[in-house]
């Protein structure tokens, strides 16, 4: 199995990566224009009947867009060097179990097994 397979098939990277999308969506959405008109309609049957139309509309008060959009920027670097960082934490473990599984296959069993000399050991030694 490579290293991508196991990055790719982490669950807690995966739910890093949801993570980011979902501020990805957020920060499209608090870039837009707030358009939300309601309309209400009420009848009263009574003595005297009675009808209402009511509409309404949210406005979007002078550069509230930009304060929200700039709060969702900061929110999805935020989650995305979280996502980052996890990524290379994880990538660092599983590269250094494979080179201690490497070593251990290469220099400390044969030599236990008479398989290298001690002198023949000295020769790889850092």
């Given at each position: 199995?490579?290293?991508?397979?196991?990055?790719?098939?982490?669950?807690?990277?995966?739910?890093?990566?949801?993570?980011?999308?979902?501020?990805?969506?957020?920060?499209?959405?608090?870039?837009?224009?707030?358009?939300?008109?309601?309309?209400?309609?009420k009848?009263?049957?009574?003595?005297?009947?009675?009808?209402?139309?009511?509409?309404?509309?949210?406005?979007?008060w002078?550069?509230?867009?930009?304060?929200?959009?700039?709060?969702?920027?900061?929110?999805?670097?935020?989650?995305?060097?979280?996502?980052?960082?996890?990524?290379?934490?994880?990538?660092?473990?599983?590269?250094?179990?494979?080179?201690?599984?490497?070593?251990?296959?290469?220099?400390?069993?044969?030599?236990?097994?008479?398989?290298?000399?001690?002198?023949?050991?000295?020769?790889?030694?850092?």
């Amino acid at each position: 199995m490579d290293l991508v397979c196991c990055l790719a098939d982490n669950p807690r990277l995966q739910a890093a990566e949801a993570t980011v999308q979902t501020e990805e969506a957020r920060l499209r959405g608090a870039g837009m224009p707030l358009y939300n008109p309601d309309l209400e309609f009420k009848y009263e049957r009574s003595e005297i009947d009675k009808a209402t139309l009511e509409y309404a509309q949210t406005l979007d008060w002078h550069d509230k867009r930009s304060a929200r959009e700039q709060v969702a920027t900061a929110t999805l670097e935020a989650a995305r060097a979280e996502r980052d960082t996890f990524r290379a934490r994880l990538a660092s473990e599983l590269l250094g179990g494979l080179v201690s599984s490497t070593l251990l296959t290469l220099f400390v069993l044969p030599a236990r097994y008479g398989i290298f000399s001690q002198a023949r050991l000295n020769d790889y030694r850092l």
